[in-house]
């Protein structure tokens, strides 16, 4: 039937759509900020800001994840694998699903309970970074470093 109407009227209706174009997709991250002192289900922590572009991703669910460090580089680790990495690293994560091709992410917030640190009492140097995900889980994008200072009475 297509291609009878195709003859007949000179168009072409067997290729592929042409309303996303993308076939690459990206992700810059902008800045992170860190958010301290909130409160989330009852859970003292802080948040992890994001702000990003996102292209080719419309209508697709990824993922942040912000990874937490000590100052000198050393992961922190988990220890109850409520917020965790599959090698054991402590790690926090928020969806996202953009509703067009480009997309500005100004203030994503990435929560983590300060218990979820496993940090003993006194002062933590710490910093933290974001990678950005597809729906495929394949990295898009990555943010640089952010310093923080955690004190735990």
Request: glycine share 8%; proline share 0%.
């Given at each position: 039937?297509?291609?009878a109407l195709d003859k007949?009227?000179?168009l072409n209706y067997l290729k592929a759509p042409s309303y996303n174009t993308y076939t690459n997709l990206s992700a810059t991250v902008k800045s992170i900020t860190t958010e301290h002192?909130?409160?989330q289900n009852g859970q003292k922590g802080m948040n992890v800001k994001v702000s990003f572009d996102v292209s080719g991703m419309k209508?697709?669910?990824g993922i942040c994840v912000a990874y937490f460090y000590f100052e000198n580089g050393t992961a922190l680790n988990d220890y109850n694998k409520h917020?965790?990495?599959t090698d054991g690293k402590v790690?926090?994560?928020t969806k996202y699903t953009p509703g067009w091709d480009n997309t500005t992410y100004t203030d994503l917030?990435?929560?983590i309970p300060y218990s979820e640190l496993h940090l003993g009492s006194g002062k933590s140097h710490l910093k933290a970074?974001?990678?950005i995900f597809d729906n495929n889980n394949r990295s898009i994008g990555s943010s640089q470093w952010t310093y923080f200072n955690y004190t735990y009475p």
């Open positions: 039937m297509f291609k007949r009227f000179g002192n909130l409160y209508g697709k669910t917020y965790y990495t790690s926090s994560s917030k990435i929560f970074k974001v990678e």
